[in-house]
């Protein structure tokens, strides 16, 4: 086999694209960051893969400089090839997606070149844009039913109606209590502690606390 000349051979360089989902708002939200003052160009958290790297550490220490969030869930989604002739080189997208309870952004200082949009008000995208937040998002989808990865959007310490409204986010749909509730519990990845919170004038709601803190578990 011949082998290719070096002339011919494109430069190849890899980027991480990170793309964050919290929920706030009884809404599914994506961070993006502002590319341009007129802010009609916006790009996911990311960067060049450099010679000391590995790809996990890229996407880490890239979300972190872009938005100054870290300890986060992370999780690599899929890796996106895209031609572009015109620009005398070839990138590699490999993309992730992170997740992150709304109350550990509280103490985060503003930044005017990043805001949280609903995914259904999100601001126009680049086709490829739009095809990684689309897999993200399915990928987010599927792992409700076979892991705990759920659980990565609630606080230190939360009810059962507030777990049940993330499901219900996330797949927009209504599920029963009584069947969620007896299905949660069964599968003794959170427990119940000493605490209630009171809404209105409701009667209090029991807290709970993720047994595994920090970890997807795998369910099925």
């Not at 694209?17 to 919290?22: A, L, N, S």
């Not at 938005?67 to 993309?95: K, M, N």
Request: proline share 6%.
């Amino acid at each position: 086999m011949d082998p290719i000349p070096p002339a011919k051979v494109a430069p190849l360089r890899v980027t991480t694209d990170v793309v964050i989902f919290t929920i706030n708002d009884h809404q599914l939200q994506l961070l993006l960051g502002r590319q341009n003052e007129e802010g009609d160009a916006w790009a996911f958290p990311g960067g060049f893969m450099g010679p000391d790297q590995d790809l996990q550490s890229c996407a880490l220490e890239a979300l972190a400089r872009d938005t100054g969030i870290s300890g986060v869930y992370l999780e690599q989604l899929y890796t996106f090839d895209w031609p572009a002739p015109d620009r005398g080189d070839r990138v590699i997208h490999v993309a992730f997606y992170a997740l992150t309870p709304w109350d550990r952004l509280q103490d985060l200082p503003r930044d005017a070149n990043t805001q949280w949009f609903p995914m259904g008000q999100l601001p126009a995208l680049s086709r490829e844009q739009a095809t990684v937040v689309e897999t993200a998002q399915q990928r987010l989808v599927a792992k409700l039913d076979y892991s705990t990865i759920a659980y990565e959007f609630m606080s230190e310490s939360f009810t059962l109606s507030q777990l049940q409204a993330v499901y219900e986010i996330i797949r927009r749909e209504k599920l029963d209590k009584r069947n969620f509730r007896k299905q949660v519990l069964g599968l003794h990845h959170i427990e119940a502690t000493d605490k209630f919170r009171r809404n209105g004038s409701h009667r209090p709601a029991r807290l709970y606390r993720k047994t595994h803190p920090g970890q997807v578990t795998i369910i099925k």
